[in-house]
């Protein structure tokens, strides 16, 4: 299941009292005070973790507690710490306060990292307020209070390429063939329900990082079909595909789905819309020659003045030539860094 939003609860831990205590030692008729001070509370820490892709772990927890810390003990024994608390993430993941819909921090790289919560300071034990005047105190202070939040969490994949189209174009199938990712594959729109990621393996030990977004439709950024929940996974990319067939099965034409996709796009972002983008002509093994094969792209390219790739993922053909078109417009100016510890 893909989750990519979430509101969970934080508390980080408590910090333990302070001891009030005397020695009591043979032959020691008038111990001095001894007590300890109590352990600091753990903190709450977020962190993006390369090979996360999704929120599923916070579906069915909302409460996240970090571990308190130990009162202080007698003969000056200082409490245990509480635990940290480690919250794992996958990059790409923006959290928010969810009261004030601040932007708190964006780890968009793995590795990245935030003290969300702070552990409460332990007490003083009484041995602290012991003086010339006191020899005998009986004061202590008590561990200071956990810090709470409330957090929202929203994923934006992070991608080199960004796969986009009508529904049915052939996104899947496409990413499929050229990763080991195995995203639902059929012949009806809608197939793919959420993003899927797939790493692409070019020759020289090159890969690049692929996102199928679920398929656009005429009014998407207002919430129409799939809506805008699956928009924002192509913002963080570097560069979009845009995927065309020539003969659409719902009866429209490959230039009109090229620019409703094109209107949603920058009806949601005019800066989504600014990424660059290659144009690719999918199922050209459906065409009957390479002779109809080429005039469908001629005429593409000629509607658009840009180049424009042709591919059959079942065949196999241009699937090479795509990558090496994505690399030479990624190369070596990546967005996210080797998916590795």
């Known amino acids: 299941m893909f989750v990519d939003q979430a509101i969970i609860l934080i508390r980080s831990g408590r910090g333990g009292d302070g001891k009030a205590s005397f020695r009591r030692e043979k032959y020691i008729p008038k111990g001095g005070p001894d007590g300890g001070d109590g ?6 820490v977020i962190q993006a973790k390369a090979g996360l892709d999704t929120l599923l772990d916070f579906a069915g927890r909302h409460h996240w507690d970090a571990e308190d810390g130990q009162p202080g003990g007698s003969r000056q024994m200082h409490g245990r710490d509480g635990q940290d608390l480690l919250i794992a993430v996958p990059p790409g993941t923006l959290v928010y306060d969810d009261q004030t819909g601040e932007l ?12 969300l919560a702070e552990g409460g300071k332990g007490g003083l034990g009484n041995e602290h307020f012991k003086s010339s005047t006191n020899q005998t105190p009986t004061e202590f202070t008590p561990g200071e209070q956990p810090v709470e939040r409330r957090l929202r969490l929203e994923l934006k994949l992070i991608a080199d390429v960004g796969l986009i189209g009508k529904p049915n174009a052939g996104k899947s199938t496409l990413l499929s063939r050229i990763s080991r990712a195995r995203p639902k594959i059929a012949d009806y729109p ?11 393996e070019l020759s020289g030990h090159r890969r690049l990082v692929v996102a199928d977004i679920p398929g656009l439709i005429e009014g998407a950024h207002r919430g129409l079909g799939l809506g805008t929940r699956f928009l924002r996974h192509i913002e963080r990319t570097r560069l979009l595909v845009h995927l065309l067939e020539w003969e659409p099965t719902d009866g429209s034409t490959a230039m009109e789905n090229y620019r409703v996709i094109r209107t949603e796009l920058a009806s949601y972002s005019p800066a989504l819309a600014a990424k660059p983008e290659l144009v690719v002509l999918t199922k050209i093994d459906l065409l009957a020659n390479e002779t109809d094969r080429r005039l469908a792209c001629d005429m593409i390219q000629q509607e658009l ?16 030539e795509l990558l090496e078109a994505c690399w030479q417009q990624v190369g070596q100016d990546r967005l996210t860094p080797t998916w590795s510890e």
């Open 305 to 320: 003045g840009i180049p424009v790739l042709a591919l059959s993922s079942i065949s196999g053909q241009g699937l090479t």
């Open 190 to 200: 809608f197939t793919t329900l959420e993003p899927n990621l797939g790493i692409a």
């Open 104 to 115: 708190i921090v964006d780890l968009d790289h793995p590795g990245a990292s935030l003290m």
């Open 39 to 44: 352990g600091r509370g753990g903190h709450v």
